[in-house]
């Protein structure tokens, strides 16, 4: 029997199984690998984080990351839950301290009410006193008539007005004559021009431009605290103005704007020519024909009265009532402004 020729390199290795056993075992099995470990989710740390950052986001988050890892088996499930527990814990604080601080200013609010005896409700009853304080003495300010400013407002004209001129206006003659025609009779105004420079500005340039002509009164009150016929809103519902407004003369530039006396009624007396408005420095075209002595606080520009013609047709009008018979509403007799003209 021949042999085969030797290998080269020194002949082949010896079949599997030919070696002698380990004196460990023998040889390991072949390397099956370790199980790899599972990504931490995303959203358990951001929840987290964000617990702290913005307390509802980690809420979201940390519950969203739960739902996620129960699906995939990732980790971060103490993270998740970590950050639900302090968004919770931040967010019902946080509810807390809002609360406690709205609490804590209505009792100020309340205490400083207490403190200057006064309170924000000046609703006139019939029960207060027509006899009440009068309207301060008038002292001219030194900026009387300096600067008028008429700014547009957000709501349109509800009828065609330019503004009245700006800045310097003069305060002579301290009494202009003007004349309201009605289908209910002529009412005569003399115009406070020395007192109220800038109102009584508007009321003219409205006057001249026609902006007053074929409107209504909207409003009669008949009530024994407050007696006035309103006008000047081409709508006829309260709600109307030039497109422009500008703020308060006399009384309300005879207190300082913080003065709690600002809130008190005064008597504005029979006959008094004011403008109407719905608050500081909102005046525009609406005004008050006050036909009996009224309660009102120092918030509506004096700047005019009414003769004696004026005050007798104003009278036939408030005994005619109103409309749906209450004491504040459209008169019964409509009151048509057929002209405003200056004398």
Known sequence: MTNPPPAPYGGYPPPYGAYPPSPYGGYPPVYAG???PQPTNTLAVASLVCAFVFAPL???FGHISLSQIKKTGEEGRGLAIAGLVIGYLITALTILVVVLSVLFVIAVGRSLEDLDGTTSDYTVTPTQPIDAQPLPEFKPPATL???CQYPATAEPASKPAKPPRTGRVPTQPALVSASITTNRGGIGLQLDNAKSPCTVNNFASLAQQGYFDNTTCHRLTTTPALGVLQCGDPTGTGQGGPGYRFPNEYPTNQFRLTDPAMEIPRLY???TLAMA????GTNGSQFYLIYRDSMLPPTYT???????TGLAALDKIASAGTADGSDD???????TIASVRLD
Do not use: E
């Open 329 to 335: 509403g459209k008169p019964a007799q409509t009151v």
């Open 269 to 271: 007396p029979r006959g």
């Open 145 to 147: 008539g300096s600067n």
């Open 277 to 280: 408005n719905s608050g500081l």
């Open 302 to 308: 004096v700047f005019g009265t009414i003769d004696k």
């Open 34 to 36: 370790y199980p790899q």
């Open 58 to 60: 980690g809420i979201a």
